[in-house]
């Protein structure tokens, strides 16, 4: 069974960055889709940053130029790296596996940005 621990939360001020880990369990994170998802305070749950199995990157405009999505397949660990991060990116990121039919989620680490 796979599972993913998502870490790197925490209070930053705007304009400063962080970097997100989402680790996985099992053996399938090499052959798996990989995403980052958040989810604002009263808001539906959007979209961020998505990676392929083949390294393929595709963003949110939001981010767009600010956060930058990577993978580390020895060590089945995906990275967000925020950076010029803004109040409004305040929000718990959850990261996301695919490999159809399965979809896994993380628990969610908490982003606050705020001065």
């Known amino acids: 069974q796979v599972q993913l621990v998502e870490s790197g939360g925490g209070l930053v001020q705007p304009g400063g960055s962080l970097r997100l880990s989402c680790a996985a369990s099992?053996?399938?994170?090499?052959?798996?889709?990989m995403a980052w998802y958040r989810q604002a305070p009263g808001k539906q749950r959007e979209f961020v940053a998505a990676?392929?199995?083949?390294?393929?990157?595709n963003y949110a405009d939001s981010v767009k130029g600010r956060f930058t999505i990577s993978r580390d397949n020895a060590k089945s660990t995906m990275y967000l790296h925020l950076n010029s991060l803004k109040p409004e990116d305040t929000a718990v990121y959850y990261c996301?596996?695919?490999?159809?039919?399965?979809?896994?989620w993380g628990q969610g680490t908490l982003v606050t940005v705020s001065s």
């Open positions: 099992g053996s399938i994170f090499s052959s798996s889709d």
């Open positions: 996301k596996l695919s490999r159809r039919p399965l979809e896994v």
């Open positions: 990676i392929t199995l083949g390294g393929t990157t």
